[in-house]
C-alpha cells in the first residue's frame, strides 16, 4: 500500500472514487499509476487487449505494466508502477474492473 496520501483501488474490495463522462471530471483527473499481482494473474489477456499501451503479456504469460514502450517485468509486482496517460485511464479502469484474476491495483494522486 503506499503510505504517500495516494488512494489505493482495489477492484475486488470496491470501488467507489472514479466516474467518467463529464469533461469538468475529466479536467480534474489526478496522477494515476498502475502495478500487477502476477501471483494473481490468469493470464486472460483482457488487460492487453483493453488497454494494450499499458498492459502486455511477458514470455512467461503474465502480464505486467508498460512504461514509455518498456515492459516493467524485473521484478515486477507493486515495486513497477507505471504513470498511466490520461488517455488511457479509462481504459486502465476498465481492465482493471474486468480482471478475472483482479490483479490490477490502480493508485490515484492528488
Not at 480534474?28 to 499481482?37: G, H, L, P, Y
Not at 505494466?65 to 513497477?80: I, K
Amino acid at each position: 500500500m503506499v503510505s504517500t496520501g495516494a488512494r489505493e483501488w482495489y477492484w475486488s474490495a470496491g470501488r467507489a472514487g472514479r466516474t467518467g463522462g463529464s469533461s469538468s471530471i475529466e479536467q480534474e483527473r489526478s496522477a494515476m499509476k498502475v502495478w500487477i499481482d502476477q501471483s494473481r494473474c490468469l493470464n486472460s489477456r483482457q488487460c492487453e487487449e483493453t488497454a494494450p499501451r499499458v498492459f502486455s503479456i511477458a514470455d512467461d504469460g503474465l502480464a505486467y505494466v508498460r512504461q514509455n514502450d518498456r515492459l516493467l517485468d524485473q521484478p515486477g509486482g507493486e515495486t513497477c508502477q507505471a504513470n498511466v496517460p490520461d488517455e488511457d485511464q479509462d481504459a486502465v479502469d476498465t481492465a482493471a474492473y474486468e480482471c478475472p484474476g483482479q490483479c490490477i491495483h490502480v493508485i490515484e494522486q492528488p
